[in-house]
């Protein structure tokens, strides 16, 4: 860091950098990281949802069919 700060010209702070870059890929662990992303989307008339972790929860879910009917 120091050579790249009081490098000179652009060719000296380049080379710098590009040995910090390898330095970095070498010694720095590599952590991939996978997110899951999911929606939810509900009509009104679903009662008793509440997004959960696990996805085995569809069984306990409710529809009350007047509201569904007024929806119409």
């Given amino acids: ?7 000179r010209s652009d060719a000296e702070q380049i080379a710098a950098a590009r040995k910090m870059n390898d330095l970095a890929r070498t010694y720095m662990p590599l ?7 999911e929606n939810d989307f509900i009509q ?3 009662q008793g ?4 972790l696990f996805r085995t ?9 007047a509201r569904r009917q007024a929806g119409k």
Avoid: C, N
């Fill in 1 to 7: 860091m120091e050579q790249f700060l009081h490098g």
């Fill in 31 to 37: 952590m991939p990281t996978v997110f899951r992303l």
């Fill in 44 to 46: 009104p008339w679903l």
């Fill in 49 to 52: 949802f509440s997004a959960q």
């Fill in 57 to 65: 929860y569809w069984k306990y879910m409710d529809i009350d069919l």
